[in-house]
């Protein structure tokens, strides 16, 4: 299977700070990347598939980019509900894997 | 609107099974695939696998195979995911997970509400 390492697993920041989120595939998936934003209590909600593609509806502060075995979430201006835990998944391969999740806290 | 309504919390001793199922509506249930998703307290996300609710076998992580059974039942727009030689490891929420759109099959779009799994003796 697929290994993705998500850093850091948390990390803390301040309202209005820019964020950044790695995820790396322990082999080439191509642009065939997604994540997700999951809250307490809650299903985990779709934000950018293949890589960069926001999902309709999401804010346009968050953004996704890389290809190949490196990615990367941003989000420009964190905002009090983006507090969360976030999760890259691959849909390269049928065996469809996720990242270990980085929590976003409030400092 | 897409809805999908998971079955309610379920305890169960080591060594039984549990069959936990997910009733689609608001669309047209061959239409797309369904996938089975679950979280451990506190863990991450690890999927489970894939059925076609229009046909065909299902596909399940490596991790599962032998232990999980994946069927659906189209009169009633339902799939149902059993895993069986419960273990405490396996105490976690399952979700039933449906893609947006089906050219992105493998992207999970919408989610049912969650079903939390106890195993405990």
């Known amino acids: 299977d697929i290994q993705m390492t998500q850093s850091p697993s948390s990390l803390s920041a301040s309202v209005g700070d820019r964020v950044t989120i790695t995820c790396r595939a322990s082999?080439?998936?191509?642009?065939?990347l997604n994540w997700y934003q999951q809250k307490p209590g809650k299903a985990p909600k779709v934000l950018v598939y293949?890589?960069?593609s926001l999902q309709g509806g999401v804010p346009s502060r968050f953004s996704g980019s890389g290809s190949g075995t490196d990615f990367t979430l941003t989000i420009s201006s964190l905002q009090p509900e983006d507090f969360a835990t976030y999760y890259c998944q691959q849909s390269y391969s049928t065996a469809l894997t996720f990242g270990g999740g980085t929590k976003v806290e409030i400092k | 609107q897409v809805q999908l309504v998971q079955s309610g919390a379920e305890v169960k001793k080591p060594g039984a099974s549990v069959k936990v199922s997910c009733k689609a509506s608001?669309?047209?249930?061959?239409?797309?695939?369904m996938h089975w998703v679950r979280q451990a307290p506190g863990q991450g996300l690890e999927w489970m696998g894939i059925?076609?609710?229009?046909?065909?076998?299902?596909s399940y992580a490596q991790k599962f195979q032998g232990r999980v059974t994946m069927t659906r039942d189209t009169s009633t727009s339902t799939v149902y995911m059993e895993l069986s030689s419960l273990r405490s490891e396996d105490t976690a929420v399952y979700y039933c997970a449906r893609p947006y759109i089906s050219s992105l099959y493998r992207v999970f779009g919408y989610w049912g509400q969650g079903t939390l799994v106890t195993v405990s003796s």
């Open positions: 082999q080439r998936i191509s642009s065939y």
């Open positions: 059925i076609n609710p229009s046909g065909g076998s299902p």
């Open positions: 293949a890589a960069s």
């Open positions: 608001g669309y047209t249930f061959t239409t797309y695939y």
